[in-house]
């Protein structure tokens, strides 16, 4: 028989077990098939509806829906927006599972940080777990479809091959550099700028709402990079010394947690020039903050990441992608209260003050 302590701990354990359950029941550090992912999501968008809702923005060249988790707290306001997708090639598995793990990550914090409510408060963040859904799909077939990296999409007439690389599809100066024409090849960029569904997709999404959205990070493997606008050597962001900046601390950041060393730059310095990618496009439109992750390994293991290693590089990557969205929310919010910011804060009070409005609301 239990006495009324006992009791009281048994049900202490369930609240405790009914609190954690929610991580224990999905496990963010496998690998999940697309029927597994759509299933999640729409659990995630249940079990937080005060916060996540599903959007569809789009169908594949096979007719799927293309979605994204939106969150935030609504203000009943226009908000702005972090963009954050994963899965834009089939094959680089860990991209789908660092999107899962982010936004598990950003709904169980807000509750305790005031940092990351005072974020969802500011932002919405639009984070489309796999892009590339028919792809991803056919990566899951058998083993000899496991390195698939394009769409789905049939190549122009007479061509025996399928598939367009979607990350040289997008409209920034598209076709030029880091791209093949041959319909059979892994970097083939489409007959078209923007000819796939699947491209047409973010960039109308995102499009319709560029003015609002901060900051654009698509998410890779493998090469532990991060890299900013842009692909072609010829053209440079004029944001370019901040991105670098904001970048490298992000990879400090990344580095800390458990030491793994991901370069920061261009594609053309440190890994290859290239035309086409949703990357520059989303600079191009104005999104002041573009970035890739290219996640671990380093090669040894590439596009077939062991699961053992789901956990650390999520975890790394999480730090280096929030440095970032914290860098971009404060500067947004906040001001910088050094330099420009600080002059025209000191120039308002000035203002204030000689009109005597000092009190109440400041
Ligand atoms: C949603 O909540 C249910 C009930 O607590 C839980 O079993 C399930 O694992 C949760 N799903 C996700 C994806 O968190
Ligand atoms: C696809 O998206 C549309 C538009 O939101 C929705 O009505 C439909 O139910 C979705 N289909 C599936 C299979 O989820
Ligand atoms: C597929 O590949 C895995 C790992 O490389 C291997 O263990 C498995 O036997 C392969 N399956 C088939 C059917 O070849
Ligand atoms: C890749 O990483 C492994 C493990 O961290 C390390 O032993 C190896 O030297 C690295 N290789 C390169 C080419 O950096
Ligand atoms: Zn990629």
């Known amino acids: 028989m239990l006495n009324s302590a006992a009791l009281g701990f048994v049900v202490l354990l369930s609240a405790v077990e009914a609190a954690t359950n929610e991580r224990v029941n999905y496990d963010y550090y496998k690998y999940h098939s697309m029927p597994e992912i759509s299933k999640w999501m729409t659990q995630i968008a249940q079990n937080h509806s005060e916060v996540v809702t599903i959007m569809d923005y789009g169908q594949t060249y096979e007719k799927r829906n293309i979605s994204l988790l939106k969150i935030g707290l609504s203000t009943g306001e226009r908000k702005k927006a972090i963009w954050m997708d994963c899965g834009i090639h089939a094959r680089e598995w860990i991209a789908p599972a660092f999107c899962q793990y982010f936004v598990s990550q950003i709904l169980q914090t807000y509750k305790t940080d005031p940092k990351m409510e005072e974020m969802m408060k500011n932002m919405d963040f639009y984070v489309t777990p796999v892009l590339n859904v028919d ?138 020039a290239n035309s086409g990618s949703s990357r520059d496009w989303a600079r191009m439109q104005g999104i002041p903050f573009a970035y890739t992750f290219e996640l671990r390994d380093n090669g040894t293991f590439g596009f077939e990441l062991p699961e053992n290693q789901i956990q650390p590089t999520c975890e790394e990557a999480y730090s280096g992608a929030l440095h970032i969205v914290n860098y971009v929310h404060d500067k947004t919010f906040k001001g910088p209260m050094d330099g420009a910011g600080a002059t025209a804060a000191a120039a308002l009070w000035t203002v204030l003050l000689a009109v005597g409005v000092t009190s109440a609301s400041m």
């Not at 479809?145 to 598939?163: A, E």
């Not at 569904?197 to 090469?223: M, N, W």
């Not at 904001?246 to 290859?272: C, D, F, N, Q, R």
């Open 135 to 272: 792809g991803y799909l056919y990566s899951w077939k058998d083993n000899n479809t496991r390195l698939w990296r394009k769409n789905r999409s049939p190549g122009p007439p007479g061509c025996k091959c399928d598939g367009t690389d979607l990350n040289r599809n997008f409209d920034a100066n598209w076709g030029t550099v880091g791209v093949s024409s041959d319909c059979c090849s892994n970097t083939y960029c489409g007959s078209d700028r923007v000819s796939e569904p699947e491209a047409q997709a973010v960039a109308s999404f995102v499009g319709s709402r560029k003015e609002d959205i901060l900051c654009f990070l698509t998410i890779h493997s493998y090469s532990q990079l991060l890299l900013i606008p842009y692909g072609n050597p010829n053209f440079i962001a004029p944001n370019q010394d901040e991105l670098m900046e904001v970048g490298l601390a992000a990879a400090e950041a990344i580095k800390a947690v458990h030491g793994k060393i991901y370069k920061v730059g261009t594609s053309p310095a440190v890994l290859y």
